[in-house]
């Protein structure tokens, strides 16, 4: 019905699209306050904030890869020409 | 409301003048509290109003809420499979939910409740162990290999990438929601400054635009989450 239709679908990849660089952020943020917070657990300052802010921006990374791939499949799929519908 | 740019809280006011007055002059309960509750209530007597009399030709309200929830099953179904009526209900709450709160924000005398990250992040808090739960409870130990990654031996190195990667899922879904709908809020009471009126009404029809497609984008992506955890680990 309502969200099924070919409009809808490049609107979907909109609201994806919106999430992209939040996404990234987000990743590097998490990683580096749970570095921060083991770091003063352990008392090894910085090793533990620095390793654990590299893999922070490997996941915002990966986070953002898989958000893209999800995008280009629902465009693929918005740009398939469907017989049944018409909008 | 944007720094105490807003005149009136009409909730807040009646709350003030039952008596639930700390020695300052605020309110004991939030506003954003007392706001989602408003809006809860508000729901809760929508959706008695409609299935008052359930018909099996519907009309009026009954439609409405038909059409709603059938296109929102319809789209979970379609993207997650049968397993998604198992969790429909939950996500088509939150839509509505979330829709209802972002849209009520808009109305004189009234606050959005998702303009507050406490209200934003207790739903990702939710929507995170919600969906780890599903996931336990249909691979039970083997849901462990969601983080571990395609190979054995890369599994020290993915392990903690994919537990920042699921607790960075929690922060953008609360804060996009949050900043969102609190920068709209900035957005109308600064212009309101500038050219009442005039300026703010046109941009009534972009935040309600915008609105859905919050309400949306955090129903989509909880749906995801939820379909990654019904999923085999690959």
């Not at chain 1, 620095?50 to 958000?67: D, P, Q, S, T, V």
């Not at chain 2, 209802?100 to 303009?115: I, K, W």
């Not at chain 2, 599994?155 to 804060?175: D, K, W």
């Not at chain 2, 400054?193 to 129903?219: C, E, G, K, N, R």
Request: proline letters at 4%.
């Amino acid at each position: 019905m309502f969200f099924g239709k070919k409009k809808n679908r490049h609107f979907q990849a909109l609201g994806l699209a919106s999430m992209m660089g939040i996404h990234l952020v987000s990743g590097v943020i998490v990683g580096m306050v749970m570095g921060y917070y083991l770091d003063k657990y352990f008392g090894t300052k910085p090793w533990l904030m620095l390793l654990f802010l590299i893999f922070g921006i490997i996941a915002g990374y990966r986070n953002m890869f898989r958000e893209m791939q999800r995008i280009q499949k629902k465009e693929a799929e918005a740009d398939v020409p469907d017989n049944d519908e018409k909008d | 409301m944007a720094g105490g740019l807003h005149p009136i809280f009409l909730v807040e006011e009646a709350v003030k003048a039952i008596g639930l007055v700390d020695a300052h002059g605020h309110s004991l309960i939030p506003g954003n509290v007392l706001y989602s509750w408003t809006f809860m209530i508000v729901l809760i007597l929508v959706s008695t109003m409609a299935t008052k009399k359930i018909s099996l030709v519907p009309r009026g309200l009954q439609n409405f809420f038909e059409f709603v929830i059938g296109s929102l099953e319809d789209f979970v179904v379609a993207n997650m499979g049968e397993d998604g009526r198992k969790v429909f209900p939950v996500l088509a709450t939150l839509f509505i939910y979330i829709l209802t709160c972002n849209v009520g924000g808009l109305f004189p005398g009234s606050d959005a409740p998702t303009a507050n990250i406490n209200t934003t992040a207790s739903m990702a808090v939710f929507v995170f162990v919600y969906y780890q739960y599903w996931g336990f409870k249909i691979h039970g130990t083997h849901y462990i290999h969601h983080f571990t990654g395609p190979m054995i031996w890369m599994a020290p190195l993915m392990f903690p990438i994919e537990v920042i990667g699921h607790f960075a899922r929690m922060l953008s879904l609360s804060l996009r929601l949050f900043g969102n709908i609190r920068g709209e809020d900035i957005v109308l009471a600064l212009l309101f400054m500038l050219a009442p009126v005039v300026s703010t009404v046109p941009m009534y029809f972009l935040f309600m635009l915008a609105d859905v497609i919050q309400a949306f984008v955090f129903f989509m992506l909880s749906m995801l989450y939820l379909k990654g955890a019904f999923e085999e680990a690959h």
